[in-house]
T-cell receptor, first 113, second 115 residues
Framework: GNSVTQMEGPVTLSEEAFLTINCTYTATGYPSLFWYVQYPGEGLQLLLKATKADDKGSNKGFEATYRKETTSFHLEKGSVQVSDSAVYFCALSNAGNNRKLIWGLGTSLAVNP | EPEVTQTPSHQVTQMGQEVILRCVPISNHLYFYWYRQILGQKVEFLVSFYNNEISEKSEIFDDQFSVERPDGSNFTLKIRSTKLEDSAMYFC?????????????FGPGTRLTVL
């Protein structure tokens, strides 16, 4: 079946540090891949997405590349800010599953000034 | 910008009581979903709904749960007899089309607390 494995947190970084959050997936066919962010006390916001192999999703300085050969979709940011402190979820959806989202466990990121 | 809305934002109920969580999806969307997130845990799929019927449900979505689109705008999740373990954030989402490029839009969630 479909599944998402995500790097466990919490991750604590200093401002301007480089961020990587690993995400790998198992899926049939050609899933779409997503990163969602959840700020403290808030709902789920789409951060970025990629719909086919080698696509790069990007938003707010974050990037992730859809790597079919390694079944990965790692999230990166070159210089994090305190305002990036949140929980990050990797997820996939598949046409064969009504596009329901399959979620990773989430990675909590704390950025210190 | 169109958005998904959910009411109430917080619901407190006694164990064994029925609750109805309400969602208003984006108006021209066709596919609707409920997810839940137990505090500190991952987001879990509950049910998907299309063309006025359930298209898929998870093992969590047992006979105590039901969904309805009563009037063409609201999308509701009912829990008939709540249990302590139903305490969670419940998120509604809607999707316009099933194409790979399309994304689900989420509501802000309803926090359900069962005492």
């Amino acid at each position: 079946g479909n599944s998402v494995t995500q790097m466990e947190g919490p991750v604590t970084l200093s401002e301007e540090a480089f961020l990587t959050i690993n995400c790998t997936y198992t899926a049939t066919g050609y899933p779409s891949l997503f990163w969602y962010v959840q700020y403290p006390g808030e709902g789920l916001q789409l951060l970025l997405k990629a719909t086919k192999a080698d696509d790069k999703g990007s938003n707010k300085g974050f990037e992730a590349t859809y790597r079919k050969e390694t079944t990965s979709f790692h999230l990166e940011k070159g210089s994090v800010q305190v305002s990036d402190s949140a929980v990050y979820f990797c997820a996939l959806s598949n046409a064969g599953n009504n596009r329901k989202l399959i979620w990773g466990l989430g990675t909590s990121l704390a950025v210190n000034p | 910008e169109p958005e998904v809305t959910q009411t109430p934002s917080h619901q407190v109920t006694q164990m064994g009581q029925e609750v109805i969580l309400r969602c208003v999806p984006i108006s021209n969307h066709l596919y609707f979903y409920w997810y839940r997130q137990i505090l500190g845990q991952k987001v879990e799929f509950l049910v998907s709904f299309y063309n006025n019927e359930i298209s898929e449900k998870s093992e969590i979505f047992d006979d105590q749960f039901s969904v309805e689109r009563p009037d063409g705008s609201n999308f509701t999740l009912k829990i008939r007899s709540t249990k302590l373990e139903d305490s969670a954030m419940y998120f509604c989402a809607s999707l316009g089309r099933l194409g790979s490029y399309n994304e689900q839009f989420f509501g802000p969630g309803t926090r359900l607390t069962v005492l």
